[in-house]
């Protein structure tokens, strides 16, 4: 999608003159525009390309927007206490027109410039909250299920295998099983895609933003999603240790099958991110490369993970 096309989609969604439209930072699976309308208002532009858009060689099965449609439709702005979201203004083809909620600092933003780590706190208790809800969608996204598949859990053998782990093929079949156990719908709705830059920060209060691999699923994929990246900033540095083991208390206990499928999705981000198809450029130096690589062996090997 180019800024005209962006425009002229806003314009005839929300049948109002569109005079600007100009791309935003940060997005890695979809073409994202600010457009600012007739009045000077502006809104978002979310298009979602057969692929991954920073990654035109990865498919990704553009019906995504309508399972990001979906949620914030069920959502309508809110997502749990002082947790909100976008609101959806539109909804044309495989885009979407939302809110714009502005220029805010994302989590990682937010903490690595010395923010109240109270949002921790926040947003664990807000996502228990999400999760535990019934008015939520119970469509199932297989598309997005499918590829993580490929993409994340099935790369874990062979990645684990380069850096010679003698372990590395049973390791990859326990990534592999827990990819393949959310082929099925689970019994919780889930973002999907909780990592640092999907959690805007206003003066304490979050929004959620990126909804698009949301679907009915299992928990470990927020929760372990949101551990590994906090783990993970914490050794390189970007933000205060001890997060991550702060966000688990906050959330609550889980039982003993939750655990175990939390800490064997963290191993697979963080091993994808660190030294797998979505790894650093340039690389993250040696010690977080050992670091990581240890914390994705304890959690394979023992369901475990090691935050303090």
């Given at each position: 999608?180019?800024?005209?096309?962006?425009?002229a989609?806003?314009?005839?969604?929300?049948?109002?003159?569109?005079?600007?439209?100009?791309?935003?930072?940060?997005?890695?699976?979809?073409?994202?525009f600010?457009?600012?309308?007739?009045?000077g208002?502006?809104?978002?532009?979310?298009?979602?390309?057969?692929?991954?858009?920073?990654?035109?060689?990865v498919?990704?099965?553009?019906?995504?927007?309508?399972?990001?449609?979906?949620?914030?439709r069920?959502?309508?702005?809110?997502?749990?206490?002082?947790?909100?979201?976008?609101?959806?203004?539109?909804?044309?083809?495989?885009?979407?027109?939302?809110?714009?909620l502005?220029?805010?600092?994302?989590?990682?933003?937010w903490?690595?410039?010395?923010g109240?780590?109270?949002?921790?706190?926040?947003?664990?208790?807000?996502?228990?909250?999400?999760?535990?809800?019934?008015?939520?969608?119970?469509?199932?996204?297989?598309?997005?299920?499918?590829?993580?598949l490929?993409?994340?859990?099935?790369?874990?053998?062979?990645t684990?295998?380069a850096?010679?782990v003698?372990?590395?093929?049973?390791?990859?079949q326990?990534?592999?099983?827990?990819?393949?156990?959310?082929?099925?719908?689970?019994?919780?709705?889930?973002?999907?895609?909780?990592?640092?830059?999907?959690v805007?920060?206003?003066?304490?209060?979050?929004?959620?933003?990126?909804?698009?691999?949301?679907?009915?699923?299992?928990?470990?994929?927020?929760?372990?999603?949101?551990?590994?990246?906090?783990?993970?900033?914490?050794?390189?540095?970007?933000?205060?240790?001890?997060?991550?083991?702060?966000?688990?208390?906050?959330?609550?206990?889980?039982?003993?099958?939750?655990?175990?499928q939390?800490?064997?999705?963290?191993a697979?981000?963080?091993?994808?991110?660190?030294?797998?198809?979505f790894?650093?450029?340039?690389?993250?130096?040696?010690r977080?490369?050992r670091?990581?690589?240890?914390?994705a062996?304890?959690?394979?090997?023992?369901?475990?993970?090691?935050?303090?």
């Amino acid at each position: 999608m180019t800024p005209a096309e962006a425009r002229a989609l806003a314009a005839a969604v929300l049948q109002v003159p569109a005079t600007a439209a100009v791309p935003c930072r940060g997005g890695l699976l979809n073409e994202v525009f600010r457009v600012t309308l007739d009045g000077g208002r502006t809104v978002i532009v979310k298009h979602a390309p057969p692929h991954i858009a920073s990654q035109p060689s990865v498919p990704l099965d553009p019906a995504r927007s309508g399972f990001e449609a979906d949620a914030l439709r069920a959502l309508s702005g809110r997502a749990a206490p002082r947790l909100r979201t976008p609101r959806l203004l539109g909804q044309r083809g495989h885009s979407i027109v939302i809110e714009d909620l502005g220029d805010l600092p994302d989590l990682r933003a937010w903490l690595s410039s010395g923010g109240d780590r109270g949002v921790i706190d926040t947003l664990a208790r807000g996502l228990c909250a999400l999760h535990a809800r019934d008015d939520t969608p119970h469509t199932h996204n297989l598309p997005i299920q499918q590829t993580r598949l490929v993409v994340q859990y099935q790369s874990i053998g062979p990645t684990l295998a380069a850096l010679g782990v003698p372990d590395a093929a049973a390791l990859g079949q326990r990534a592999v099983a827990l990819g393949e156990a959310l082929l099925a719908p689970g019994d919780t709705f889930v973002m999907g895609d909780l990592w640092p830059p999907s959690v805007l920060v206003d003066r304490g209060r979050l929004s959620l933003i990126d909804w698009e691999m949301s679907t009915r699923g299992r928990r470990c994929q927020d929760v372990g999603h949101l551990v590994a990246h906090l783990w993970l900033d914490a050794a390189r540095g970007t933000i205060p240790a001890g997060l991550a083991a702060r966000f688990l208390d906050a959330y609550g206990p889980l039982p003993a099958p939750d655990r175990a499928q939390v800490a064997v999705h963290a191993a697979a981000e963080v091993l994808v991110r660190v030294a797998g198809p979505f790894s650093a450029d340039p690389p993250d130096p040696p010690r977080v490369q050992r670091a990581a690589l240890d914390f994705a062996l304890t959690a394979l090997r023992q369901g475990t993970l090691c935050l303090r």
